[in-house]
Structure formats: structure tokens, C-alpha cells
């Protein structure tokens, strides 16, 4: 109970210290950083903190890579967004312990464009195009996340773990611009009976990324020409985020089971387009299911980002409507490997943007000889 008291305190102490500077925070900075892990979280809505037990741990709730027991997990995703013009993958390994109290991982993210058009050149100095002078380049956004849980209590009806992740950031734009950046996270996990709670704190020392820039001269003249500017350095921080959990299992019969599971994301850098909106903290919910039939067959749903937004139709722009993204998924276990499937949409509203999402999940088990 102490225990949980001083993180009570701590987390209590950090962010009144956040609300006094959020002036130096940017509030949608390192988004790529949410988008999640693993297609069965997607499939549900992307609620994980407290249910998680796999190698996407690192990423939903580093308290949860303790159940990663006996031996090594691998958890691979790749999804396509925008018709595919955005690209992100996600690769995570878990190694737990010998005697099966701590487990660490490593994660890996990339989100990036690939192939923009660079016509920085197009027109020549007489007002002729050019268009031999384009070239590409890529946005890419990278992160590395080292993760370590443990055990902090166990008894026959109480687990309690706890964990975090030190995560490292590289960002670039072509070779027009670079960031690098760190930050902690830290989660907790209790799991009582058929409940479990969980919650995470992402970045919850803040997490900065320091940016460089480079153009060449001939760069900088078509930019002061086009009154643009040319930035040199310059730095982001981002606010603290704490992610609540709760989730039930609900055993239907010997074969089938219910889990549910609701998580709240509170933000603490002012008004957001969310469910619970106030100044300085907003509130977004999320919600899923998952219904399992002999811990082989899984097929889940979810609801997630709530906000208003501009009716469809409405020629005045003034009405709004709340909206949601809703997403379903599937997935099958066969001895050590599991596959899963997302299909999500970005909007509900009369021209939604589909996405398909799959993972796989190796489970490194050892033969006995």
C-alpha cells in the first residue's frame, strides 16, 4: 500500500510541475509513438494496458512483459495507411529470466513516407519547369524502446509487476532535417482474481527531441525567395501521458471466454478534441473485446478516438457530430505461433480510410531432446 501511495504522490507532484510549464511543451508531438503494437490490440480497440502479456508490452505497459516466462517471445507488425502512402512497422523481443521474476526487451518502430517529391529545384532561374530537377526523399520516424519488468508480489490470488522503458527517437526529413531524442515510461500491472488493472505513464520525465537542420546555399536562396523560413535548431518536448486501465474476464463455459477491457488516456497539456475535454486535462476513452474459444480462435472489437467533428453535408460547416473509429480483428494460435488481423477505419464518417493490419507472434521454444 506504501508503495502505491508514493507513486500516487509522484505521479500527483509531476504533473502539477507539467501543468506550470506547458508552455514549452508542444501537444501533438512524437504522435507516431501512439498509433500501437501488435494487431490484436488493434482489433480491440487498442486497449492493452492491463490485459497485455506478450512482447508488445514494451510498448502498451512494460509491467506486462513479465508473463513472457520460459522462453524468448518475437512479435512482428506491419500496417499501411493513406493507401498505403504511410508505412509503419513494429518489431519487439522478449527475454525473460531463468528463474522467471524479470524479463527485458527491446522494440523497434519505424513510421515513414517514402518517395515525396522534392521541387525545391522545378522551376529554373528564366521561370521554365523543369521537371527533370525533382528528386525524392523520405519522412521517417524511428524509435527504440529498452524494457524491463518484475514481480513485485505474488500470492494466489494477487500479481502484482511493475516495469519501464528507456526509449530512444531519431527523426528525419531527407537530409533537410534531423532529431534525436529520449525519454521513460513506467507501468504497473495488478491482477486479482478475474480482474486486471493496469497503468502506464509515457514519457513521464518528458521527452525531448532536439532538432538540426541543413540546407545547402542554393537551398537557402530558393527558400528566401519563396519568403519561407530557415530554421537552425530548434527543440520539442512532450507532456506526460497516464493511461488508466481496468479489465474482467468473464468464462462463458469450458471453451469460450470474454475478456473486456476499458483504458482512459489522460492528457495534461490543455484542451484536446476528445470525450472529456477540459483545460488543462482531457480525457480519451477507449474500449474492447475479445472473445477466445479454446485459447485458439480469438475474434475481437474495439472503439476508440472519440471526437467531434464536421457533420457530412452540412454546406455551412457548423453542425458536428460525435464520431468514433471502430475497428474488428481476428486471430489463431497454433502451438508457438500466433497470427493476428486488424481492420480499422480512421473515421465512421461517409468516406472512411480502411486499414489492414497483421502481426505474428513466435513463441522460441526449445525442442527437449
Sequence with gaps: MKFLIKIIYSIFSLFLLVNSAKSQFRKYS???????????SLGMGSVQVASVNDATA???????????KNHPSISVMHAEYFAGIGKYDFGALALPSKNGNRTLAISFMRFAVDDIPNTLFLVEPDGSLNYNNITSFSSADYAVLLSYSQIAKQTDNLFISYGG???????????FAKAWGFGLDAGIQIKKDKWLFGATIRDVTTTFNAWSFTFSDREKEILYLTNNDIPTKSTEMTAPRLIAAAARNFKINSKINLLAEANLHFTFDGKRNTLISTNPISIDPNIGVEASINNNIFLRAGASNFQKALKDGDTTNQKKVWIFQPSFGAGFKFGNVGI???????TNQSNPLYTHIFSLRIDLVKKEK
Excluded at 512524437?30 to 490484436?40: D, H, K
Design 58 to 68: 514494451g510498448y502498451w505497459n512494460p509491467a506486462g512483459l513479465v508473463y513472457v
Design 165 to 175: 522503458n528507456a526509449k530512444i527517437i531519431h527523426r528525419s526529413v531527407g537530409s
Design 30 to 40: 512524437n504522435e507516431f509513438l501512439n498509433i500501437g503494437a501488435g494487431a490484436r
Design 340 to 346: 493476428d488481423y486488424a481492420f480499422t477505419n480512421l
